[in-house]
């Protein structure tokens, strides 16, 4: 019989004691750790490091466990978005040959543009967290988890690598949470859009015509830099570029140009994901594309309507109205050419400083006017005859210089100082630079109008800051000659050529002379314009035989009817290629807002013009696009009204009108219907897929 010590039972119980401890340090040590594959990276592949990992967090009443993928990568590499932009594909986790695995969530971080060979993509750099929720079939028992990531990856080449992805068989109800892969997870989610009530959709409309989208959301908090990215489960083909942004208080606007390899595609009614994020938020919203025409109200940011101001002014120089003028700039930019740098500075300034004051002087009348109650807007001087009167006497004696007549008597020597400042003194190209922007001023330019109306409606102070700058803006090639002198030398060199150019010049004086007599027609008469303008015409020639002798005039007289013959041969020959004849055989009615609603409730299309015999960009939207199909043929419809508003005259009822759509000028166009009672405002110039889009969904009765 074995007798145990007393000292060796302690020995034992020490060692029984220490095993055990040991065992259950093991055992805990052994259920405290992460679950997770480790970081994996493929041999041929080392810039990528992926792992999977879950958090330990399970909620089992849903039959749900948390976990991520985390992606590193060095340098620029980068891998894409669920919507990777206009290059690259997205990355995909294979779980189909996991276990006891019915559903795995994929949650997105908000992602960031980048440039790759002059393509836009959307994806991620460096570190980036995938949070995801996996979803069992049944908690108690094992879960196997098998994946296959395919991971696409990208710097200056393009990877693709596959990654798998294996967990051991895990009971979720009996693991424990790590905190690490639990501060990863929310460090990702953090990053993921959210849904959110604070944000409203105002508009997610698509132009077939333009194949554009424009997103409009509102905010009452407003914005900061906001980015709004587009993609949805129906669109797959489609790419949206990256937008134009424009912040208008708590409103933005968003303006994608979409494309299709396969050509032209339509948005219309497909549902889309909105992911917008700012500062301090990354949320997502939902909505259905409709065609709804999309009118994009004007900023109230003095900075956006002084780049707007700016843009109009500059666009000034193009429109016909600044044609003349510009003939006669460019004949002194030629006879300067040999001038010194300091001499063609001077006349650039001199010309700049012309506008930039006629237009603070039309600020100055538009003030008076506002202060007295009287109307406003953009052209309104062309409705006083005596404006106009004076404007022919301008441009007669502006002809006469360039034909080189200064016979005009006058009563008194206002002609004789009047036409000298038409010479190359600094005077001379002041007088230029103002003359140019009176010209300007029954033009409406694109930015002019929105510039012009928030000017109008501002304070002193701000409006006079968007009449300077579109004085600068309209100055701005004048002032590059003034900056840059050189420039003048490209001109060609000055010759005898120079004559004959400047007559050339001299008629398109004389045609705008003309048709600013025309417009005296409603207050003396069509037969005492066509008197005077006959009469005019008829001196004028006079006075060129005189001086240049009678084969100029007949050269003259030549030119007008080839010109003339010419353009008729040509409109008759191709007529049936490009318009329906131009005659306007449309029912118009006067203006009246009350017959409008009443018209609308009878399920009628009502298509309003708000015009001026002097607004050159009227009569531009009538020839070029109303008296032409397919416009002129929707407007001659059974069930279309058309309306017109003559602002020819002082009228407050239509001044009123303009107003109430945030309109200062003509020409206004609005589009009413049974699906837009409060009416479409259309663009300053027209285009006819414009049009039809307003009629078409203005007129639908669904």
Same mark, same amino acid.
């Given at each position: 019989?074995?007798?145990?010590?007393?000292?060796?039972?302690?020995?034992?119980?020490?060692?029984?004691?220490?095993?055990?401890?040991?065992?259950?340090?093991?055992?805990?040590?052994?259920?405290?750790?992460?679950?997770?594959?480790?970081?994996?990276?493929?041999?041929?592949?080392?810039?990528?490091q992926v792992r999977f990992m879950l958090t330990g967090e399970v909620d089992e009443e849903n039959n749900q466990a948390r976990g991520l993928l985390e992606v590193k990568?060095?340098?620029?590499?980068?891998?894409?978005?669920?919507?990777?932009?206009?290059?690259?594909?997205?990355?995909?986790?294979?779980?189909?040959?996991?276990?006891?695995?019915?559903?795995?969530?994929?949650?997105?971080?908000?992602?960031?543009?980048?440039?790759?060979?002059?393509?836009?993509?959307?994806?991620?750099?460096?570190?980036?967290?995938?949070?995801?929720?996996?979803?069992?079939?049944?908690?108690?028992?094992?879960?196997?988890?098998?994946?296959?990531?395919?991971?696409?990856?990208?710097?200056?080449?393009?990877?693709?690598?596959?990654?798998?992805?294996?967990?051991?068989?895990?009971?979720?109800?009996?693991?424990?949470?790590?905190?690490?892969?639990?501060?990863?997870?929310?460090?990702?989610?953090?990053?993921?859009?959210?849904?959110?009530?604070?944000?409203?959709?105002?508009?997610?409309?698509?132009?077939?015509?333009?194949?554009?989208?424009?997103?409009?959301?509102?905010?009452?908090?407003?914005?900061?830099?906001?980015?709004?990215?587009?993609?949805?489960?129906?669109?797959?083909?489609?790419?949206?570029?990256?937008?134009?942004?424009?912040?208008?208080?708590?409103?933005?606007?968003?303006?994608?140009?979409?494309?299709?390899?396969?050509?032209?595609?339509?948005?219309?009614? %497909?549902?889309?994901?909105?992911?917008?994020?700012?500062?301090?938020?990354?949320?997502?919203?939902?909505?259905?594309?409709?065609? %709804?025409?999309?009118?994009?109200?004007?900023?109230?940011?003095?900075?956006?309507?002084?780049?707007?101001?700016?843009?109009?002014?500059?666009?000034?120089?193009?429109?016909?109205?600044?044609?003349?003028?510009?003939?006669?700039?460019?004949?002194?930019?030629?006879?300067?050419?040999?001038?010194?740098?300091?001499s063609i500075r001077l006349q650039f300034f001199a010309s700049a400083a012309g506008i930039l004051t006629s237009f603070w002087l039309l600020a100055a009348g538009l003030?008076?006017?506002?202060?007295?109650?009287?109307?406003?807007?953009?052209?309104?001087?062309?409705?006083?005859?005596?404006?106009?009167?004076?404007?022919?006497?301008?441009?007669?004696?502006?002809?006469?210089?360039?034909?080189?007549?200064?016979?005009?008597?006058?009563?008194?020597?206002?002609?004789?100082?009047?036409?000298?400042?038409?010479?190359?003194?600094?005077?001379?190209?002041?007088?230029?630079?103002?003359?140019?922007?009176?010209?300007?001023?029954?033009?409406?330019?694109?930015?002019?109008?929105?510039?012009?109306?928030?000017?109008?409606?501002?304070?002193?102070?701000?409006?006079?800051?968007?009449?300077?700058?579109?004085?600068?803006?309209?100055?701005?090639?004048?002032?590059?000659?003034?900056?840059?002198?050189?420039?003048?030398?490209?001109?060609?060199?000055?010759?005898?050529w120079m004559n004959k150019v400047k007559l050339i010049f001299g008629l398109m004086m004389l045609i705008t002379t003309l048709w600013l007599l025309s417009l005296l027609?409603?207050?003396?008469?069509?037969?005492?314009?066509?008197?005077?303008?006959?009469?005019?015409?008829?001196?004028?020639?006079?006075?060129?035989?005189?001086?240049?002798?009678?084969?100029?005039?007949?050269?003259?007289?030549?030119?007008?009817?080839?010109?003339?013959?010419?353009?008729?041969?040509?409109?008759?020959?191709?007529?049936?290629?490009?318009?329906?004849?131009?005659?306007?055989?449309?029912?118009?009615?006067?203006?009246?807002?009350?017959?409008?609603?009443?018209?609308?409730?009878?399920?009628?299309?009502?298509?309003?013009?708000?015009?001026?015999?002097?607004?050159?960009?009227?009569?531009?939207?009538?020839?070029?696009?109303?008296?032409?199909?397919?416009?002129?043929?929707?407007?001659?419809?059974?069930?279309?009204?058309?309306?017109?508003?003559?602002?020819?005259?002082?009228?407050? %009822?239509?001044?009123?009108?303009?107003?109430?759509?945030?309109?200062?000028?003509?020409?206004?166009?609005?589009?009413?219907?049974?699906?837009?009672?409060?009416?479409?405002?259309?663009?300053?110039?027209?285009?006819?897929?414009?049009?039809?889009?307003?009629?078409?969904?203005?007129?639908?009765?669904?």
């Open positions: 019989m074995f007798k145990i010590q007393p000292v060796k039972i302690v020995s034992l119980l020490r060692l029984a004691i220490l095993l055990t401890s040991t065992l259950l340090l093991s055992a805990f040590s052994v259920s405290a750790q992460p679950i997770t594959t480790g970081w994996l990276t493929h041999p041929d592949y080392p810039p990528a990568l060095d340098g620029e590499w980068k891998t894409y978005w669920r919507s990777p932009g206009e290059a690259g594909v997205s990355p995909v986790l294979d779980w189909s040959k996991s276990t006891n695995l019915s559903n795995l969530d994929w949650h997105w971080p908000t992602p960031a543009y980048y440039e790759q060979s002059g393509l836009m993509t959307l994806g991620y750099k460096h570190d980036v967290v995938f949070p995801m929720e996996l979803t069992v079939d049944d908690i108690t028992k094992p879960v196997s988890f098998l994946g296959k990531l395919t991971l696409p990856t990208c710097t200056n080449i393009c990877v693709l690598t596959e990654y798998d992805l294996e967990l051991p068989p895990i009971n979720l109800t009996d693991i424990e949470t790590d905190a690490d892969a639990q501060h990863l997870y929310q460090q990702g989610f953090s990053n993921v859009p959210t849904a959110s009530d604070s944000i409203t959709i105002v508009a997610a409309s698509f132009n077939k015509v333009s194949q554009q989208l424009h997103i409009k959301l509102r905010q009452d908090a407003g914005w900061d830099k906001p980015q709004i990215l587009i993609d949805g489960s129906e669109i797959t083909d489609d790419y949206f570029s990256q937008p134009s942004i424009d912040i208008n208080g708590n409103d933005v606007t968003a303006t994608y140009k979409v494309t299709n390899w396969l050509g032209e595609t339509d948005l219309v009614g %497909k549902p889309i994901s909105i992911t917008v994020s700012d500062a301090l938020f990354s949320h997502e919203l939902k909505a259905v594309i409709n065609d %709804k025409p999309f009118a994009q109200m004007a900023s109230t940011s003095l900075l956006t309507m002084i780049g707007f101001a700016l843009l109009g002014g500059l666009i000034l120089n193009i429109m016909p109205c600044v044609l003349p003028v510009l003939g006669m700039k460019l004949n002194s930019m030629v006879a300067s050419s040999q001038a010194s740098k300091r003030l008076i006017l506002k202060f007295t109650g009287s109307a406003i807007g953009w052209g309104i001087q062309f409705q006083n005859p005596i404006f106009i009167g004076f404007m022919v006497t301008i441009t007669a004696l502006f002809t006469a210089n360039l034909f080189g007549v200064f016979e005009i008597q006058l009563p008194s020597r206002f002609s004789t100082s009047l036409a000298n400042k038409g010479n190359d003194s600094t005077v001379g190209h002041f007088v230029q630079g103002m003359f140019a922007t009176l010209l300007a001023t029954p033009c409406s330019a694109p930015f002019l109008g929105t510039a012009v109306a928030f000017a109008l409606g501002a304070s002193t102070l701000e409006m006079l800051m968007i009449f300077t700058f579109l004085g600068l803006g309209m100055a701005l090639p004048w002032l590059v000659f003034a900056l840059f002198p050189r420039l003048v030398s490209f001109m060609p060199k000055p010759g005898m027609t409603p207050f003396i008469g069509g037969l005492s314009a066509a008197i005077i303008g006959l009469l005019l015409s008829t001196y004028l020639l006079y006075q060129i035989g005189k001086t240049q002798g009678k084969n100029t005039v007949i050269a003259i007289i030549a030119v007008i009817v080839f010109a003339s013959s010419a353009a008729l041969i040509i409109g008759s020959m191709t007529t049936k290629h490009w318009a329906s004849p131009i005659e306007d055989n449309l029912a118009w009615q006067p203006l009246n807002e009350h017959a409008i609603d009443e018209y609308v409730k009878q399920g009628k299309t009502v298509f309003v013009d708000v015009t001026a015999d002097w607004c050159i960009t009227c009569k531009a939207n009538k020839i070029g696009v109303i008296l032409q199909d397919p416009v002129y043929s929707a407007l001659q419809q059974d069930n279309v009204i058309t309306m017109k508003g003559d602002w020819t005259h002082p009228s407050d %009822k239509i001044t009123n009108y303009l107003k109430s759509h945030q309109r200062f000028g003509v020409p206004l166009n609005v589009v009413y219907g049974p699906n837009a009672p409060q009416g479409l405002p259309l663009s300053v110039l027209l285009t006819s897929d414009d049009v039809i889009q307003a009629m078409e969904y203005a007129g639908r009765t669904d």
